[in-house]
């Protein structure tokens, strides 16, 4: 089973940047679906962004154009580059890595949007 890692959060004003990674250990990571998902006090975690092995990509609609999830799988690393942060964006972001029945999730970043 692969273990991922998430590292790149933090404390951004509104309107700033954050690019968030997630290194993946482990062997085959190419085949995986990667995602990203975040979950704000009090609320259920929800899906942000997901890549497919193939490269097809899904985002919710409260990021698209704004968040951009790319991956490398030479690096056995994705990606989440945040854009024009809201409020709003304020959540804990997980890593998650999903092949047939099998899923895995990261320990998530806190990403704190605030002035």
């Known amino acids: 089973q692969v273990q991922l890692v998430e590292s790149g959060g933090g404390l951004v004003q509104p309107g700033g940047s954050l690019r968030l990674s997630c290194a993946a250990s482990?062997?085959?990571?190419?085949?995986?679906?990667m995602g990203w998902y975040r979950q704000a006090p009090g609320k259920e975690r929800e899906l942000v962004a997901r890549?497919?092995?193939?490269?097809?990509?899904t985002y919710a609609d409260a990021v698209k154009g704004r968040f951009t999830i790319s991956r490398d799988n030479a690096k056995n690393t994705v990606y989440l580059q945040m854009n024009s942060l809201k409020l709003e964006d304020t959540a804990v972001y997980y890593c998650?890595?999903?092949?047939?029945?099998?899923?895995?999730w990261g320990q998530g970043t806190q990403v704190t949007v605030s002035s």
């Open positions: 890549i497919t092995s193939g490269g097809s990509i």
């Open positions: 482990g062997s085959h990571f190419s085949i995986y679906v």
């Open positions: 998650n890595a999903r092949f047939l029945s099998a899923t895995s």
